[in-house]
């Protein structure tokens, strides 16, 4: 029956939530007619049954109709299925085609940042973590309205960032492509939006190279089995399916933890100090910041082993004074960010001119030594 989520709603039953986000809040009566739109968000969240009529309205979008779900009569997908069963996220297409700033642009941005750094004389390291169709071309959907745009949009991206003379930066695209095209393994998640920790791997080692050249071993991070996780994007379809993802290991005999302090003056889950003591030889030394998002969240435990003092940090958290702040207590910095979010946040948060003119102003110049 069409109302019986609404019928249960007003019994007093709620339903959980099931997409990756909290649950809408009511603004209250203040917003004029925008009131019901928050009022309407605020009940679906927590309509009962929500779950089972999501899931049927994807059937009626793949069963009925051959398309990608899109959920709630919504025109675009959130989730689009590529061949071998791989899924992608569509925000990433939306964003490649309708960038808030130019590929050269986002590349002259990311490197002025880098440059404030350098000049500041700490040693700064920049990663953009390619998206999953920019190494997996070949598992987009050929008949996906948005694949040729994205495309030709990642493309310029990587060809801007190569030709941007940024410092510090280690083309991550490229080594992938070349990973992929020996072993033949696909180096990202196939029901999730990131990298698995086969391709993860590959970061970890050129991050650590850049540091230190020839620190980083193949046999202390290797392979050790499948392990099963939950894609985010079976999430995103209501649908939660388990699948397997190869598990890696980093194993450094000599290396002692000595301390993981959370950071949560934010609440961000993901801020952490951590101090590792070994020979100084087989540590990076000094105070590294490292600045990540989700992907460099799958790379986080494969690479802490490698640092003497090593701060992450949210990139999502920015705020111009604390990040300001934190450079500050840093030797050297390490910036990771995911392609598809690259030029929104060159454009608006840690790349952004008003931030970029304050670290400027509010950097302090490293001591030598």
Wanted: net charge negative.
């Amino acid at each position: 029956m069409i109302a019986a989520p609404a019928i249960a709603f007003v019994a007093g039953q709620r339903g959980k939530p099931i997409e990756n986000r909290e649950p809408a809040e009511f603004t209250g009566l203040d917003d004029g007619w925008d009131s019901l739109s928050s009022f309407g968000h605020f009940i679906g969240d927590r309509l009962p049954l929500r779950q089972r009529a999501v899931r049927l309205d994807g059937w009626a979008d793949e069963e009925v109709f051959a398309e990608d779900p899109a959920f709630g009569g919504s025109a675009t997908p959130q989730v689009i299925s590529g061949k071998d069963g791989f899924l992608f996220l569509s925000e990433a297409f939306d964003e490649a085609c309708a960038p808030p700033l130019s590929a050269g642009d986002t590349a002259a941005h990311l490197a002025y940042l880098a440059s404030i750094i350098e000049d500041s004389g700490r040693r700064v390291l920049t990663m953009v973590a390619p998206d999953k169709s920019s190494v997996h071309p070949e598992l987009v959907p050929t008949d996906f309205v948005k694949r040729t745009c994205a495309a030709r949009a990642s493309d310029e991206l990587w060809s801007a960032l190569d030709a941007a003379a940024i410092p510090g930066f280690v083309d991550l695209r490229a080594p992938l492509r070349e990973e992929t095209a020996r072993t033949g393994h696909p180096l990202y998640l196939r029901t999730d939006s990131h990298w698995d920790e086969e391709g993860a791997r590959i970061a970890v080692r050129d991050g650590v190279d850049f540091f230190a050249p020839g620190l980083f071993d193949e046999n202390e991070v290797p392979y050790v089995g499948q392990k099963a996780y939950i894609g985010d994007l079976t999430l995103l379809r209501a649908d939660p399916t388990a699948d397997a993802e190869p598990d890696f290991r980093t194993t450094r005999p000599g290396i002692t933890a000595v301390s993981d302090e959370t950071l949560d003056d934010l609440g961000a889950q993901i801020d952490h100090h951590f101090v590792n003591d070994g020979p100084r030889d087989r540590l990076i030394q000094g105070k590294t910041l490292m600045f990540i998002d989700s992907y460099g969240s799958v790379a986080q435990s494969m690479l802490v082993p490698y640092f003497a003092d090593l701060t992450v940090i949210d990139i999502n958290t920015f705020e111009q004074g604390r990040f300001t702040g934190l450079i500050n207590t840093a030797d050297q910095v390490w910036i990771m960010s995911v392609e598809r979010s690259t030029a929104p946040r060159m454009a608006n948060e840690i790349g952004s001119t008003p931030f970029l003119t304050y670290l400027q102003q509010h950097l302090t110049q490293r001591a030598p030594g």
